[in-house]
């Protein structure tokens, strides 16, 4: 998926029940993985993008469950 900068995306997660206190979820989170475009790139998929050595950007979320 492309976007542009500062262009928001809105994320839905769920998952199955689970008996919550009796898991460890200290560690639980989602980790994001993006690669930017080069600059100048239109707003097309190139998979030659993804096959270099560019460098690859990680954002952890911590997952605050609702019990």
Same mark, same amino acid.
Do not use: H
């Given at each position: 998926?492309? &976007?542009?900068?500062?262009? /928001?995306? $809105?994320? /839905?997660?769920?998952?199955? !029940?689970? !008996?919550? %206190?009796?898991?460890? *979820? @200290? @560690?639980? &989170?989602? *980790?994001?993985?993006? *690669? @930017? *475009? #080069?600059?100048? !790139? ?9 096959? %270099?050595? %560019? ?5 952890? $979320? #911590?997952?605050?469950? @609702?019990?």
């Amino acid at each position: 998926m492309l &976007r542009y900068p500062k262009e /928001a995306v $809105l994320l /839905a997660v769920s998952c199955d !029940a689970f !008996a919550y %206190g009796q898991e460890d *979820t @200290n @560690n639980d &989170r989602i *980790t994001i993985e993006w *690669t @930017n *475009t #080069p600059d100048g !790139a239109a707003k097309q998929f190139r998979r030659e993008w993804f096959q %270099g050595d %560019g460098m690859v950007r990680r954002k952890n $979320l #911590p997952i605050e469950y @609702n019990p």
